[in-house]
T-cell receptor, first 110, second 114 residues
Framework: QKEVEQNSGPLSVPEGAIASLNCTYS??????FFWYRQYSGKSPELIMF????GDKEDGRFTAQLNKASQYVSLLIRDSQPSDSATYLC??????????FGQGTTLQVKP | KAGVTQTPRYLIKTRGQQVTLSCSPI?????VSWYQQTPGQGLQFLFE???????NKGNFPGRFSGRQFSNSRSEMNVSTLELGDSALYLC?????????????FGPGTRLTVL
């Protein structure tokens, strides 16, 4: 079992829709959770982080964390073609080491 | 504030050679982490340096090593290069203490081993 799992996609949504990206992790001691966006040929860019159970909103992005279910998700409201990218989920335990999932490719179609 | 810089951006080497990559973190950041990214394996953690000490290490062979200097700049070295070492090598910096784990990536060094 991989430590951090994501559906590789591609996830295709129409412009203006809500995109829902999901991630599960295996280490129950994980404490910090991050979402990165990576455009093709570019390096990952941090877009959200969450430490506590519940929802955290930042503009069109909402991160959701459920530690009991070992599940973290990212919602993108009013999806735009510029949101088309690979979204990487990353999880850190108390050692601080960041473990990344394989990423989900999102395609937003005009 | 200037972002994370990595040099060189592109590198071509042959099998058996060694290579050194450099990373300058964001000013004030004390932690530098290195990752290898390939299409098949994704982003894999190599090691993390904090205040000149290796704090975390991934599951890579001893051919991969690193160090950090007193100004927080870091270098990564790969000896006896293999074809499978062809990848994008990314470094990321963070403040590094407490919960300040948010990492910011540099543009990467694209290494091709022939």
């Amino acid at each position: 079992q991989k430590e951090v799992e994501q559906n590789s996609g591609p996830l295709s949504v129409p412009e203006g829709a809500i995109a829902s990206l999901n991630c599960t992790y295996s280490d129950r001691g994980s404490q910090s959770f991050f979402w990165y966006r990576q455009y093709s040929g570019k390096s990952p860019e941090l877009i959200m982080f969450i430490y506590s159970n519940g929802d955290k909103e930042d503009g069109r992005f909402t991160a959701q964390l459920n530690k009991a279910s070992q599940y973290v998700s990212l919602l993108i409201r009013d999806s735009q073609p510029s949101d088309s990218a690979t979204y990487l989920c990353a999880v850190a335990g108390n050692t601080g080491k960041l473990i990344f999932g394989q990423g989900t490719t999102l395609q937003v179609k005009p | 504030k200037a972002g994370v810089t990595q040099t060189p951006r592109y590198l071509i080497k042959t099998r058996g050679q060694q290579v050194t990559l450099s990373c300058s973190p964001i000013s004030g950041h004390r932690s530098v982490s290195w990752y290898q990214q390939t299409p098949g394996q994704g982003l894999q953690f190599l090691f993390e340096y904090f205040s000149e000490t290796q704090r975390n290490k991934g599951n890579f062979p001893g051919r991969f090593s690193g160090r950090q200097f007193s100004n927080s700049r870091s270098e990564m070295n790969v000896s006896t290069l293999e074809l499978g070492d062809s990848a994008l090598y990314l470094c990321a910096s963070s403040p590094g203490s407490g919960r300040a784990l948010e990492q910011f990536f540099g543009p990467g060094t694209r290494l091709t081993v022939l």
